[in-house]
């Protein structure tokens, strides 16, 4: 009931619509705590690992509804999004759908006030059970990783996770004629371009920029120049 204000739940969940990335942890011995966060985090308008519908709906002040799909629709007929949208308040429009929409997704569609966080969820205290009931719970909540944070299982691959959901890039920087500063990266959403590297700089920094040199994947060889 945390959703609807259960012991100030409201003021909690709304902390987690501004987070960056979500960490549900599920003790093993109570793995039906993970089916009631989902919900609740639900009911507060939280998708996790979810994107945004792919469908556009622009209002206009007459002529009924024009509808196209960029994809063949199976999980709701045109008649029903126009339905939908007539219930929501929405009575001329010209919609492009680019996915095969579905009830729930049209609605988070009109309402236009969903938050789509990237999450991660763990299985602690592995170390209480045996082998058969972790099959069991992996099989029911898939979770991304089973741990141990008292027996130090997994901890190691949990930070890399997070850095992985999170699409964090870490860029080390070199000036002309002094070597690369390896202690202090530049940290950075990925995908990133130099652009963005010169604009998280500074703004002048990008309109001054000469050229730079990139070493990394994104390089077809060492020292690669880039204009």
Known sequence: ?????????????????????????????KPEHYTTIKKELY????????????I???????G???VDSLVKLTKISVASLIGVLKTMGIMNADVLVKEDINLERLIDA???????IPAITVVNKIDLVDEQTLAKIDKEIKPDLMMSAEQKINSERLKELIFEKLSIARIFLKQQGKPAD???????????????????IH???????RFARVWG????FPGQSFR
């Open 43 to 54: 009911d507060v308008g939280i998708r996790i690992n979810e994107t945004p519908p792919k």
């Open 217 to 220: 994947k994104s390089a077809r």
């Open 203 to 209: 703004r002048d920094f990008a309109r001054k920029l």
């Open 110 to 116: 009109v309402e236009g006030n969903r938050v789509y």
């Open 182 to 200: 390896m202690q202090e990266p530049l940290i950075i959403k990925q995908p990133t371009t130099i652009k963005d590297v010169c604009m998280k």
């Open 56 to 62: 556009k709906i622009v209002k206009k002040p007459k």
């Open 1 to 29: 009931g945390a959703a609807y204000g259960l012991g100030r739940g409201r003021e909690v969940l709304s902390a987690v619509r501004n987070c960056d990335m979500v960490l549900i942890v599920v003790e093993v011995l």
């Open 64 to 66: 009924g509804f024009d």
